[in-house]
């Protein structure tokens, strides 16, 4: 650990002290503001507060013949920081972002599918109502999921995670059906008219797949010929042994094999 440096709490002294000693003409014009409000001069560093996470319930108490909102803190056991990460500012954390996660983990398929992302003025949220799963101007994705199971849990007495979550996945998934019908008449219509569709997504990319596996088959061949090739040259002719036989010992023999047949 160095030493502490009390430079920028002596500004004022040492302005003035130049001053006095003829090294500066003038006083700067914040000596006296600073005079009136001195800067902090503590240099304890107070470690930032830590956020509890707090859930909203609806449940039926006891005694009362409505049901009433209750507030529980997540007690969640923390592991200790390191000294380097101490006075790091705290992460929030909410509770749509462990719903969400949740979601995605079960439909990863989810994020692949194009989203909008541009709002007019940055509180569209402020006009929806996820009292259903469905909002005007809204394209249908996972975060109506979350929205929807977080409302449920706040809203409905006595409704517990899975069966928030099985409720809007419920939902969720019958207006996917919906859609895909859609779609799927609407192709249908279009055909009937004398519609031509191209290829789909699908065929495009086995094509694709097809052209590259047939480059690498290509690929392939040549590099095991020329292998092939490599070792050959590496371990040249072979030599003539005992049970090989001569070119002349075969132009003999069929010879002899011509004479016969005449």
Do not use: C
Not at 93 to 100: A, F, I, P, T
Request: net charge neutral.
């Amino acid at each position: 650990m160095g030493k502490l440096n009390f430079t920028a709490l002596r500004v004022r002294q040492t302005a003035i002290s130049q001053f006095a000693s003829g090294k500066t003409s003038k006083l700067p014009q914040w000596v006296d503001v600073i005079g009136e409000i001195p800067p902090a001069e503590t240099i304890i560093r107070t470690r930032a507060p830590q956020h509890q996470l707090v859930h909203q319930r609806m449940k039926t108490v006891e005694g009362s013949s409505k049901p009433q909102v209750v507030f529980q803190v997540q007690e969640k056991r923390r592991k200790p920081k390191k000294a380097s990460r101490i006075f790091q500012p705290v992460e929030l954390k909410y509770e749509e972002d462990q719903l969400r996660t949740e979601f995605f983990r079960d439909h990863p398929w989810e994020l692949a599918r194009p989203r909008v992302l541009l709002e007019s003025s940055g509180k569209d949220f402020e006009h929806y109502d996820w009292s259903r799963l469905q909002q005007p101007g809204k394209r249908l994705d996972g975060e109506n999921v979350v929205q929807r199971q977080l409302w449920l849990l706040n809203n409905v007495p006595d409704m517990t995670k899975s069966n928030a979550y099985d409720i809007a996945r419920r939902e969720f998934y019958r207006v996917r059906l919906q859609e895909d019908i859609q779609r799927r008449v609407a192709a249908e219509e279009a055909s009937a008219y004398g519609a031509e569709f191209g290829p789909s997504y699908l065929d495009i990319g086995m094509k694709l797949e097809d052209q590259q596996y047939n480059k690498w088959v290509a690929w392939a061949r040549e590099t095991s010929q020329v292998q092939d090739q490599r070792k050959a040259a590496l371990v040249g002719a072979p030599e003539l042994g005992d049970d090989t036989v001569e070119p002349s010992e075969l132009e003999g023999e069929n010879e002899e094999a011509q004479e016969e047949t005449k």
